[in-house]
């Protein structure tokens, strides 16, 4: 230990992407030999007001049933071999710690509470605080950054802090003076839009109740009185979340359901299959379905009645403890297919160059599966449809491979359609053409479709969509090798993962990541790969058949009405002519993750300060406009402010960088080169090698 003044780095969020932040600082302090760096001490402050590790996502003290949507041996927070950073591990990953603690689930298959995982996190905290060096320090400051001052300013010429302080304020008027800062935020709150705003004061002016975006375990749901229609306005995770709060949470419970007498028709029928080794996983309607649940209310739960454009939840993750996920070999999105495409320093773009061998590996997926589990679906031999594909990738990649890619119409309802030439080889081949992979049928479901009744029995809606349910739930335990719809997944999730890292590597166009990738895909992606566990469909399978849960169909326009002195939400879609009307409303849908909108105080603050700025894309027709993060430089995410200057001591390594990167929101994955571990270590490099300087 020296004499000399400690190097001072505030990292503003304790939460996961905080908590990689501060663990590649004390492994690379922790580093001996020539390569150690940050020879003087280090202080090191964390700005949360809740605990480091979980944060306020994570925290351990919520509700038991909330699950996480990945499972267990999917997350991590210690890179390992597969980051190719040094030093790589210097802890666990959450499946070996929760073997380690005596866990006896499956990890590669178990959804484990978020609570669970915010355990995991407060350990890593505990472990790395009481591994670092004698020359670190750390202080966890139980407050939130309001400001960052710095009294010298930036200089002029941009290349360097005229003095290093920057003067981080917190909300119990402390101020931390640090010679570095990472902005680690994560999720912040945002401004209410204009409608939203409306419904807010509709709410309050008819002694309604409105529960706007935000985290389902920080709303007040107490307010939703029992037998009280809700409409909720959004039907992806945020939606499970809040019910489960509003059932099992209220005192329900769900059990499993009991098999059916031999050769009657069970509630978890979903169309027959002819495959006889079908492990146990009956979709025909013989017994119970896998997974199939009922349940028994506690008499306190509202009616929930959920709502999106889709007017069907994302699907369900494929990931059972018969069917762990395995990991996806691509066969056409793949590094040497990409290399014959583009050189080394050639921009690619997406829809006309990467999105035809994705699709290839999709139809591949979708056929293989359905040739183990349907081949009755079949006319010829399904290898017709090997060789047609490798046939049109090679001519794919002979074609774009040119100097000057051809301008096409790629409108996202054309790119998830098949093309005249690929749909005359699925009628040669295919005995079924229902059972032909149509992307857009898969997405969009209830596109065009018309209910003379919500709920009713034959021809509701109600009835088609537990039908829906029900199909997507046997699939789900059929597992990627013999569900064709679930052989998607395994491909998306791996197309996504290679499709993140050409991103981070700037291989991407910019108009083509912003108007294709972000555009398109990317809710393409999240429509199959993102939905809620298997368990959560088939609560809501149960919740239904108990009368709990109504459908308001897709394309859904929420308004508000007053009739008869009587205030109410309405929620219309053109696929019933009777609308769904209700005393209260859930904004459902995830925070917009619109830097620009931001209502956090730090960040908007310095925004209007000039101190960051909003990242923009000017398109080829000279219109610049505004993207969703902030304006970031190099490799380790230093902030950029409103004159474009690159501040040389403060990075940022959150969801603030979606202007740059793919799948933020998704948690490291061991094993898997996770960008937000590489991120972080580079961030930690640059923090310490000023510290040395």
Known sequence: ?????????????????????????????????????????????????????????WRTDQEPNLLMNTT??????????????????????MGTWYRERGGTADPASTFGSRALYGEYLEWSYEHIRTSAPAHVTTIHHPQRATAIVEPAGIDPAGAEVRDRTQLVRLTDTTTIAADAVVLAVGHIPSELTDERAAFARFARSGRLTYLPPGLPAEAPVDRLAPGERVIFRGFGLNYFDLQT????????????????????????????????????????????????LVYIPSGREPILVPSSRRGVPYRSKPITPAHPLADHRLRAFTPENVARLAGPEEALLFNDQLWPLILADLRHAWYSALARSEPQAFATDPGRVTEAL???VDRHLSRRAAAEVRESDHRPGRLTNASPAWSAIEREVLADPSRALDLHELLRPLEGARFASRSGGHGSLTEWMLDFLRADLAAAHLGPERSPEKALFAVLWAARAYLKELVAAGRIAQESFVAEVRGWFEDFVSGICDGPPPQRYAELIALTEAGLVEFVGPEVRITTSRADEQAVFRAVSPAVDAPVTASALVDAASPANQVRYAADPLISGMLERGQLAVA??????????????????????????????????????????????????????????????????????????????
């Open 390 to 392: 490798a046939e049109g």
């Open 245 to 292: 709060m509003l059932t099992v949470g209220r005192g329900g419970r769900f059990e499993p359901r009991e098999p059916a007498r031999a050769g009657s028709t069970g509630a978890g029928d979903a169309g027959d299959t002819e495959d006889n080794g079908n492990d146990g996983n009956d979709a025909s309607g013989s017994g119970a379905a896998p997974g199939a």
């Open 72 to 93: 267990i041996g999917e997350q991590t927070v210690f890179p390992d071999p597969s980051c190719r950073v040094s030093p790589d591990s210097t802890g666990p990953d």
């Open 1 to 57: 230990m020296t004499d000399e003044a400690p190097y001072r780095i505030a990292i503003i969020g304790a939460g996961p992407r905080g908590l990689s932040v501060y663990e590649r600082l004390v492994a690379l302090a922790s580093a001996k030999g020539p390569e150690a760096l940050a020879q003087r001490p280090l202080e090191i402050h964390l700005v949360d007001p809740f605990p480091p590790g979980p944060g306020i996502v």
């Open 616 to 693: 923009t894309h000017e398109d080829s027709s000279g219109r610049v406009q505004p993207l969703s993060g902030i304006a970031v430089a190099g490799p380790s995410h230093r902030t950029v402010d409103e004159h474009g200057r690159v501040h040389p001591h403060r990075y940022c390594l959150s969801i603030q960088l979606s202007a740059v990167q793919l799948g933020l929101a998704i948690a490291a994955n061991p094993g898997r080169r996770a960008q937000s571990l590489v991120d972080a270590h580079r961030i930690a490099e640059d923090v310490l090698a000023s510290a040395r300087s």
